[in-house]
């Protein structure tokens, strides 16, 4: 079983629409969860950072933990085409081990 | 941009050889990462490198090993390259200690092609 188990997508939603991307994790003391994006060609960037259970928002970005069932999801309001990119799901364990989910590609369209 | 660079771009080599990847962590940092990320999948953890020490390691064989500096680059080196090691190589620097956040800024990445 992999430590992330992230939806395989591809996901295609009409420009303003909420899209909802989610992953599933295997260990219980995983505590940090992250949310990269990533553009063709380019190295995965930093979206959200969240620690432990709840809800974290930023702008049009809310990142949610739900550690009873092991499951992280990462909310997109009004979205737009540029936001169109694969989404990475990530936890650190140990401060010295990452482990990433294997990407949703999100596609906005006009 | 995350001030983290990479080179080369990109590498074509042949099953057997050995390949030297090159990172320049952002300013202050101290901590790099590595990672292999195949087409369509996400960056799987190869080894990280805090103050010039192996911090942490993923399931990778011995043939890939690293390097940091004083300076705080770093190399990621692979020996007797298969095909299977064709992906995207990426490194990540980030601030590990006091006053730090783990907060990881990933380069852009180099593309290397077994043959």
């Known amino acids: 079983q992999k430590e992330v188990e992230q939806d395989p997508g591809p996901l295609s939603v009409p420009e303003g629409a909420i899209v909802s991307l989610n992953c599933t994790y295997s260990?219980?003391?995983?505590?940090?969860f992250m949310w990269y994006r990533q553009y063709s060609r380019k190295g995965p960037e930093l979206l959200m950072y969240?620690?432990?259970?709840g809800n974290k928002e930023d702008g049009r970005f809310t990142a949610q933990v739900d550690k009873s069932s092991k499951y992280i999801s990462l909310f997109i309001r009004d979205s737009q085409p540029s936001d169109s990119a694969t989404y990475l799901c990530?936890?650190?364990?140990?401060?010295?081990?990452?482990?990433f989910g294997s990407g949703t590609k999100l596609n906005v369209k006009p | 941009e995350t001030g983290v660079t990479q080179s080369p771009t990109h590498l074509i080599k042949t099953r057997g050889q050995q390949v030297t990847l090159r990172c320049s962590s952002q300013?202050?940092?101290?901590?790099v990462s590595w990672y292999q990320q195949a087409l369509g999948q996400g960056p799987q953890f190869i080894f990280q490198?805090?103050?010039?020490?192996?911090?942490g390691r993923g399931n990778f064989p011995p043939r890939f090993s690293g390097l940091q500096f004083p300076n705080y680059s770093s190399e990621l080196n692979v020996n007797a390259l298969e095909l299977d090691d064709s992906a995207l190589y990426l490194c990540a620097s980030s601030l590990m200690g006091v006053g730090g956040t783990d907060t990881q800024y990933f380069g852009p990445g180099t593309r290397l092609t077994v043959l």
């Open positions: 260990n219980s003391a995983f505590q940090y």
């Open positions: 490198y805090y103050r010039e020490e192996e911090n």
């Open positions: 990530a936890t650190l364990y140990n401060f010295n081990k990452f482990y």
């Open positions: 300013s202050g940092h101290n901590t």
């Open positions: 969240t620690y432990s259970s």
